[in-house]
């Protein structure tokens, strides 16, 4: 299993991106989906996590600016970003949960698995 992002452009500040998420053969029901990015020489650092339950985590760099939404009957899952800034730059990953279904304050990159190959973000000042 290999998730697929799509979505990502070259856009100016403030402008907005619809990332998506899905994975051929995987049902997203059960699980929690997470986005993920990794800047040029940064580590990679969580975004958003869609939970089983309806709920969602954001990162504090995010909120009020992006938006995860999930369709599990279609098994994708969305990104939309709004006011995008600079530091928005980085290749935006998805990945699924293994370990829990719910996840609402500490995110643990190693409970992801079957990352994707990315979708690149670039966000012009």
């Known amino acids: 299993v290999q998730f697929v992002e799509s979505g990502g452009a070259l856009v100016q500040s403030g402008g907005s991106l619809r990332l998506s998420c899905h994975a051929p053969g995987f049902f997203f029901s059960g699980y929690a989906i997470g986005w993920f990015r990794q800047a040029p020489g940064k580590e990679r650092e969580e975004v958003s996590v869609s939970n089983n339950d309806g709920t969602t985590y954001y990162a504090d760099s995010v909120k009020g600016r992006f938006t995860a939404s999930r369709d599990n009957l279609e098994n994708i899952v969305y990104l939309q970003m709004n006011n995008l800034k600079s530091e928005d730059t980085a290749v935006y990953y998805c990945?699924?949960?293994?370990?829990?279904?719910?996840?609402?304050?500490?995110?643990?990159?190693?409970?992801?698995?079957?990352w994707g190959q990315g979708t690149q973000v670039t966000v012009s000042s």
């Open positions: 990945a699924a949960n293994l370990m829990r279904s719910v996840v609402r304050t500490k995110v643990i990159p190693h409970e992801f698995a079957y």
